[in-house]
């Protein structure tokens, strides 16, 4: 996974923001919008946010750096 790969253009939010988010304990598409403002523009990240978190919850070890 790149880190600084945008996953949020409106919100300028990168997949490391989102996975430090997970590993924080934010299991949730609401939590991770609390946590990092992605999701919180035009809303069409929010699948895509949606689908990372349940990945990073279900296979954590592909996303051990
Ligand atoms: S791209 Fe995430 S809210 Fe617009």
């Known amino acids: 996974m790149k880190r600084e790969k945008t ?21 949730t598409v609401e939590k991770i919008q609390a946590a990092t403002g992605c999701g919180t523009g035009c809303g069409k990240c929010r699948d895509f946010i949606t689908t990372m978190i349940r ?11």
């Open 7 to 27: 996953a949020c253009s409106c919100k300028n939010v990168n997949y490391g923001m989102i996975l430090d988010a997970v590993k924080g304990g934010a299991d």
């Open 55 to 65: 990945d990073i919850l279900m296979f954590p070890e592909d996303y051990e750096e």
